[in-house]
């Protein structure tokens, strides 16, 4: 079957540092993979997705790579800020069930000054 | 500006009473899903639709319906509103050929 699984928050960190949320999946196809952002009161906006195997996705400074050796697609930053504090989510979609999403639990990111 | 809407945006109701939440998307998109949001468990699917008149059951559909009478609305209904399904709800839509879904704002439901 298709599942998420991202790494547990919360994630505490200092303005300008590095950020690595990871995220592994499992998928019976090939699915597209996304990271979705959720600030404090809001729905989920896409951040970035890639659909194959070695792109890269990338958005206001945040990467992700599609890795299918190691069926991951960890998000990463170079130089937090504190606007970037909000919850997290990996998902990936699968073709082969129509495209219905399957989400992680979530990564909760508090950046301080 | 297309966008997809939730009302209300929050709701406080009793055990028993059955209630419903509104979605709106003037994407123009067929595919339409309903999600709820726990601590711990991140999103759920409840139902979804791939166009009019068309309905499916996700992972967690029991307590609840829906209905897909035209493109823009896919409203979700409890039938019989239980305090286990307190939760944050979320409507979303896709094109039918994208897989990338576009999220509202959300409905905060109470069920006391």
């Known amino acids: 079957g298709n599942s998420v699984t991202q790494m547990e928050g919360p994630v505490t960190l200092s303005e300008e540092a590095f950020l690595t949320i990871n995220c592994t999946y499992t998928a019976t196809g090939y699915p597209s993979l996304f990271w979705y952002v959720q600030y404090p009161g809001e729905g989920l906006q896409l951040l970035l997705k890639a659909t194959k195997a070695d792109d890269k996705g990338s958005n206001k400074g945040f990467e992700a790579t599609y890795r299918k050796e190691t069926t991951s697609f960890h998000l990463e930053k170079g130089s937090v800020q504190v606007s970037d504090s909000a919850v997290y989510f990996c998902a990936l979609s699968d073709p082969l069930t129509g495209n219905q999403f399957y989400f992680g639990t979530g990564t909760s990111l508090t950046v301080i000054p | 500006d297309a966008e997809i809407t939730q009302s209300p945006r929050h709701k406080i109701t009793e055990t028993g009473r059955q209630v419903t939440l509104a979605c709106h998307q003037t994407?123009?998109?067929?595919?339409m899903f309903w999600y709820r949001q726990d601590l711990g468990h991140g999103l759920r699917l409840i139902h979804y639709s791939y166009g009019v008149q068309d309905t499916n059951k996700g992972e967690v559909s029991d307590g609840y319906s829906v209905s897909r009478s035209n493109t823009e609305d896919l409203p979700l209904t409890l039938e019989s509103a239980a305090s286990s399904q307190t939760s944050v709800y979320f409507c979303?839509?896709?094109?039918?050929?994208?897989?990338?879904?576009?999220f509202g704002p959300g409905t905060r439901l109470t069920v006391l």
């Open positions: 979303a839509s896709s094109e039918r050929t994208s897989a990338t879904q576009f």
């Open positions: 994407w123009n998109h067929n595919n």
